[in-house]
């Protein structure tokens, strides 16, 4: 019996410690699954981003008529090398030569007219030293005379001026140094200075290019004149060129919220185009003033982006906008301070 006693004892005894673990592990069970926070950071993130960009000429101009007139000759062809003031093409009018004739002999007559009533207002200036010899009425009504036949002549002077400068309009010379990229006209055809459907020659400066790009807001906000630009065309079979940043048009595009910006290429021995197409490399290094936070920790909805912060251990939603973005973090501009915790891996049903 004494053996038995002993045995029970120990069982119960067995039995209470099981129990006690038992009571342990469910209080150390979790109770519920709490969120992955992250904190708030301040400090821009750097990035590099490709652009689709064009290759445009530095200068280019569409050469049309001054002057009404028939094509006489034509000295160039489309890719021919020309230099400023090069004679392109010789237009001939007739009807304008004849008017610059009319204007020259309509002046030299005015000229005869003015010089003939000068002289007599000058010998009844002298005659009329003479008391009585000469009406003060008389005297007067010559030097009126005087003036108008003088106003008459220059007056008749500028008009022969214009029509010698409409001739030189039939001489079209090159106003810079390029090359002729389009002809429309031939010798004999008629051109007429009213009509601008096409030119009849097309020049472009392809010795130097620009590289235009449009860039967005976010990332135009952090760049400035002489930042360097990395580029590749397909024609150089991936060759890496580079070149600086030279203007800004400092206007922002509210269709397509970017800033239009130009890269000055020189293209001596490149063979580059005007037209050829583009990729731009851009290192921005991110807004100083901004703050960032995880990739994952931005919400993107149709209506809105924001991030999700926890108030009383329930989330509350933030609106951000955003900025440069890397692999793994992203610039995030809102209501939010350095330190602050943010929910990543957050989605639009957490609520």
């Known amino acids: 019996m004494k ?36 904190t708030v950071e301040s400090g821009g993130v750097s990035t590099v981003v490709k652009l689709p960009a064009q290759l445009a000429a530095f200068q280019e101009v569409s050469i049309f008529p001054k002057v009404n007139g028939y094509v006489k000759t034509v000295g160039v062809d489309v890719g021919s090398k020309v230099s400023r003031g090069m004679v392109l093409m010789i237009l001939e009018a007739p009807e304008l030569e004849q008017s610059v004739l009319q204007a020259k002999e309509k002046y030299a007559r005015t000229r005869t007219d003015y010089t003939i009533s000068k002289d007599r207002y000058m010998r009844l200036l002298e005659a ?15 030097r009126s005379k ?4 003088s106003m008459i002549s220059n007056a008749e002077k500028a008009n022969w001026q214009m029509q010698q400068t409409m001739t030189g309009y039939l001489r079209v010379s090159a106003p810079f140094s390029g090359t002729i990229t389009e002809r429309n006209v031939h010798p004999g ?19 130097h290019l620009r590289l235009q790009v449009d860039v967005p807001e976010a990332i135009a906000a952090n760049l400035k004149n002489k930042d360097t630009v990395s580029f590749y065309v397909s024609a150089l079979q991936g060759k890496r060129l580079t ?7 400092m206007n922002i595009n509210a269709q397509y919220r970017s800033e ?18 583009a990729d731009v490399f851009l290192y921005s290094k991110g807004n100083v003033q901004a703050l960032w936070v995880p990739r994952s920790a931005v919400v993107t909805s149709t209506e809105r982006k924001y991030v999700l912060t926890l108030d009383n251990g329930k989330p509350k939603k933030v609106d951000v906008t955003t900025g440069n ?7 995030i501009y809102g209501n939010l301070a350095p330190g602050d915790k943010v929910i990543i891996n957050a989605t639009d049903e957490m609520n």
């Not at 973005?325 to 610039?331: F, G, L, M, P, R």
């Open 243 to 249: 070149g600086f940043i030279s203007r800004r048009s």
């Open 3 to 38: 053996y038995c006693f002993v045995i029970f004892v120990f069982l119960v005894t067995l039995s209470s410690c099981s129990d006690k673990k038992e009571k342990k592990a469910e209080k150390a069970a979790p109770v519920a699954p709490g969120y992955q926070t992250a």
């Open 260 to 277: 239009r910006m130009e890269i000055d290429v020189p293209n001596t021995k490149l063979g580059l185009s005007p037209g050829m197409y």
């Open 128 to 142: 009329s030293q003479t008391p009585g010899a000469i009406s003060p009425m008389e005297l007067s009504n010559a």
């Open 189 to 207: 055809a008629l051109v007429s200075s009213a009509s601008k459907d096409k030119p009849m020659l097309e020049l472009k400066q392809t010795d």
């Open 146 to 149: 005087v003036e108008a036949d």
């Open 325 to 331: 973005q890397a692999a793994d973090k992203v610039e």
